[in-house]
């Protein structure tokens, strides 16, 4: 049943954005050759992977060459998906407040390297290294402030009553602390956004949603966009599902962060606002500068963004690479969701994906025929390849592990999962993920501490000097030792074991108890005491199970005050107060007479109850409510 806890919690892995911490290697996809052969393939995706539907735009300069909804908006009432669909976005939110941002730059209210403590002293933070290294404007635009994805209480905030940016703030300040020296990592951060939607409030005298109308959603003739569940909203919203359940609306506490939503016809008006460079409808509305500023990384120290693999991280901006061709664009999830927009400057093109299924596999392979289709006829530049053998460092080689956790009940979870081993041969590195064996990459040393891919001859990882973990993999896996990488996996496997050898030696001393000839109440109870502290772990796993179906109910369950959280909280503190009185009660009972074999199995495994007690106590697991 553990399985259960590991399965759901690493499932918030997912429900923003992927790590970039290596190159993104372009799978096998169809290879559509018309729009009817795409059109095809899009609805044999949904229909592969059971997505109710999807809106899908893709746009060749003004021309929508595709426009259109796919599949159900809602199941239950036999809704067809349709152009006016409107969809969820999630984190695309976050565009808008950087363009409101750059707005008010070219206006001369503010500037993208203003320190936010001069702008909006009442908001506080925690920056150890706020002397050196202010978090500024665009620290929080491009996450590299160091400030956290967000808290689970801040997940489960679902108050239908919209709260202003300041109360939302106000609710749970704690997030607001950099854990790591602004400008050397990228860390996405939902608090840092709706604290730059603040700035806009605070500098322009409005509300961030009327900024927002007034500034951006009537020039460009956008109808159906919001930040909150209109009436217009209820009337065409696409249904939420995930794992084939109905989901309800979630309102997000830092609306700007996450809650935007959109149907494909806006979404065609938005990707021409970046084809056109900041122009639509006759208006300019920023200038071609301001959106290339947009496009590049601005906030990270200079040993980190020369890289091309993060000099693409812009202010709420990201850029990819598919088949050689370089798109600009940003996506978003929230439960029963997914959505991604991208746009290739040069080339004039542009599409946006939004599906309502809480699954991401859908999306990316439509996200991906969609990418073959656009660029099959065009010529791509030539690139040459540094095919010169560089010395490699042999200090390289080793164990790593992530360095941050984007939310803290995944983070013991997070540690053992990313567990990954370096090792070099002949000329090439690779890097293995240890819990999935079939996880091993190649990459050959381009020089200046890059490491290209053998299967897409890109850049997949490079290696930094982080002021506070020494030279790093990527921006987020730091080196430890092999005792440790071991430990870590062991504690995972290991839990399994004590587990299923706690419950065959527990019922075998019942039975040894009912029908054998010495009966002895002390044996008895030393052989259950492991299965008696493993108890609270499986009381659990058992609430998990049963009240967490999809992202929806983990917010809720884990990020409020409810009957199921409070019990886990009390199961969390009972199996640490079990584990270490078994421990003292088969010390003390040491001399009683039982069988070897099951006192010694008892002891190791209270022993190795211990070790899980610390290692999820040092993790946050035990003991902390997670609503606040």
């Not at 009381?539 to 917010?555: C, P, T």
Request: aromatic fraction near 12%; hydrophobic fraction near 45%; charged fraction near 20%.
């Amino acid at each position: 049943m553990f399985n259960k806890i590991a399965t759901v919690l690493l499932s918030l892995l997912f429900i923003f954005s992927a790590s970039k911490s290596f190159a993104q290697i372009v799978g096998n996809v169809n290879k559509p050759q018309t729009l009817s052969e795409l059109s095809e393939s899009i609805q044999k995706v949904l229909k592969d992977t059971q997505t109710p539907g999807a809106g899908v735009v893709m746009l060749s300069g003004d021309e929508a060459i595709m426009l259109q909804g796919f599949g159900k908006a809602d199941i239950e009432k036999n809704i067809n998906a349709n152009e006016n669909t409107i969809f969820r976005l999630g984190s695309i939110s976050k565009t808008f407040v950087a363009l409101a941002i750059l707005k008010l730059q070219e206006e001369g209210q503010l500037n993208l390297k203003d320190k936010i403590i001069d702008i909006i002293p009442e908001i506080k933070f925690n920056n150890t290294w706020e002397d050196k290294y202010p978090i500024r404007i665009e620290n929080l635009l491009e996450h590299t402030s160091g400030w956290k994805y967000w808290s689970m209480s801040e997940l489960g905030s679902n108050d239908p009553k919209p709260k202003t940016l300041k109360e939302a703030l106000d609710f749970y300040p704690k997030t607001r602390t950099s854990l790591f020296v602004p400008g050397t990592r990228i860390m996405e951060s939902n608090v840092g956004i709706a604290v730059a939607a603040y700035i806009v409030e605070k500098v322009s005298g409005l509300t961030f949603e009327n900024y927002m109308d007034i500034n951006f959603f009537k020039p460009m003739g956008l109808k159906s966009m919001s930040f909150l569940q209109t009436e217009q909203y209820k009337k065409l919203a696409a249904t939420l599902y995930e794992n084939n359940i109905k989901l309800n609306y979630l309102n997000i506490i830092y609306r700007p962060a996450a809650a935007l939503n959109s149907s494909p016809v806006d979404m065609a008006k938005f990707l021409k606002f970046f084809i056109n460079r900041g122009k639509i409808n006759n208006i300019q509305l920023l200038t071609d500068s301001s959106l290339s500023r947009m496009e590049r990384a601005g906030s990270l120290q200079k040993n980190i963004s020369k890289f091309e693999l993060y000099s693409g991280n812009g202010l709420s901006n990201e850029s990819s690479s598919f088949n050689g061709f370089l798109y600009h664009g940003f996506s978003g999830s929230l439960p029963g969701c997914y959505a991604d927009f991208g746009y290739i400057t040069e080339n004039n093109l542009g599409y946006a994906v939004m599906i309502n299924n809480g699954d991401n596999e859908p999306l990316h392979k439509i996200v991906n025929l969609i990418k073959y289709y656009q660029t099959k006829d065009l010529k791509q530049k030539s690139v040459e390849i540094d095919t010169k053998k560089y010395k490699i460092d042999d200090n390289l080689s080793g164990y790593y592990t992530c360095i941050l956790s984007k939310l803290d009940p995944i983070k013991a979870l997070e540690l053992i999962k990313n567990v990954h081993k370096v090792w070099l041969k002949n000329d090439t590195v690779y890097i293995k993920r240890l819990m999935n064996g079939n996880s091993t990459n190649k990459f050959i040393y381009a020089g200046n501490n890059e490491f290209r891919s053998v299967d897409t001859n890109q850049i997949g990882f490079v290696v930094i000097s982080d002021p506070l973990e020494g030279n790093i993999i990527g921006l987020n896996l730091k080196k430890i030792s092999p005792l440790w990488a071991y430990t870590l996996l062991s504690i995972f496997y290991l839990f399994f074991i004590v587990l299923f050898s706690s419950i065959v030696f527990g019922l075998l001393s019942v039975f040894v108890y009912s029908f054998g000839k010495k009966n002895s109440k002390f044996a008895l109870l030393i052989s259950l005491l492991p299965i008696i502290t493993y108890s609270f772990i499986l009381v659990i796993a058992g609430l998990l199970k049963l009240s967490i179906h999809n992202r929806y109910d983990m917010f809720q369950i884990i990020g409020t005050m409810n009957p199921i959280s409070i019990l886990i909280f009390i199961c969390s503190i009972c199996y640490a107060l079990a584990t270490i009185w078994a421990l003292y009660y088969i010390y003390k009972k040491r001399h009683e007479k039982m069988s070897k074999l099951f006192y010694f199995h008892s002891a190791l495994a209270a022993i190795i109850n211990l070790i899980f007690m610390f290692y999820f106590l040092s993790n946050g697991l035990i003991g902390i409510p997670t609503w606040i």
